[in-house]
């Protein structure tokens, strides 16, 4: 079984800096890749950023130039620097993977997410 767990959320006025770690323990042969999602109140699931097994990423325009994800293969983990924050990316960020396990199945995986609140 393979476990992501979330960490780095809180608190930040606007313009400051998070970084949210995505951990991923487990039967792990190898990330693929992984992705960071984020739903506030009232509103659908946005896709964030993403970074494929390669290196290449992708990000919203609303967070383009601000945001930066990236992953440490050795500690199966993908993060994502936040900087600039503004009240409007007040939202729960989820993490997403595409873990081939051990057994050679590659599935979808879910964290349990983290609130990141940005209020002065």
């Known amino acids: 079984q393979v476990r992501l767990v979330e960490s780095g959320g809180g608190l930040v006025q606007p313009g400051g800096s998070l970084r949210l770690s995505c951990a991923a323990s487990?039967?792990?042969?190898?990330?693929?890749?992984g992705a960071w999602y984020r739903q506030a109140p009232g509103k659908e699931r946005e896709l964030v950023a993403v970074i494929t097994s390669g290196g290449s990423t992708n990000y919203a325009d609303s967070v383009k130039g601000r945001f930066t994800i990236s992953r440490d293969n050795a500690k199966n983990t993908v993060y994502l620097q936040m900087n600039s924050l503004k009240p409007e990316d007040t939202a729960v960020y989820c993490c997403?993977?595409?873990?081939?396990?051990?057994?050679?199945?590659?599935?979808?995986?879910w964290g349990q997410g983290t609130q990141v609140t940005v209020s002065s």
């Open positions: 487990g039967a792990i042969f190898n990330i693929n890749s």
């Open positions: 997403n993977a595409f873990v081939t396990t051990i057994t050679g199945g590659t599935y979808d995986y």
